[in-house]
């Protein structure tokens, strides 16, 4: 079935940076958006970024990573990045990578119910 995987999460002082991944296997589809969510503590899970699967691969960004984060798709074309630079405290949480495939929207959601397969997480922790 297919799946997905993240990593590369762990704990960075404030204004550092780590790079998020996520390998889709068995990952066939060739029209999808591929996002980016994070969830804290206490708090609901919170669309960060996605990515359309189009040639021209267009990104969207929430307000709150915009110039600071950057999502990117590997050659491959089944791995997800999540190049994280800035780091604030706010931005301690669970992230996790998803799918919505096959994509029916001309653009990628900001909604979590629209994306149908989801990862683990990977926990990012930011200290002052």
């Known amino acids: 079935q297919e799946q997905l995987v993240e990593s590369g999460g762990g704990s960075v002082q404030v204004g550092g940076s780590l790079t998020l991944s996520c390998v889709a296997s068995?990952?066939?589809?060739?029209?999808?958006?591929m996002g980016w969510f994070r969830q804290a503590p206490g708090k609901e899970r919170e669309w960060i970024a996605s990515?359309?699967?189009?040639?021209?691969?267009?990104?969207s960004y929430a307000e709150s990573v915009k110039g600071r984060f950057t999502i990117s798709k590997g050659n491959a074309d089944n791995t997800l990045f999540l190049q994280m630079n800035s780091l604030k405290p706010e931005d301690s949480a669970m992230y996790y990578c998803?799918?919505?495939?096959?994509?029916?929207?001309?653009?990628?959601?900001?909604?979590?119910?629209?994306?149908?397969?989801w990862g683990q997480g990977t926990q990012v922790t930011v200290s002052s």
């Open positions: 998803a799918a919505d495939a096959p994509r029916l929207r001309p653009e990628c959601s900001t909604l979590e119910w629209e994306y149908n397969l």
């Open positions: 990515i359309n699967s189009d040639s021209s691969s267009p990104t």
């Open positions: 068995r990952f066939s589809h060739t029209n999808y958006c």
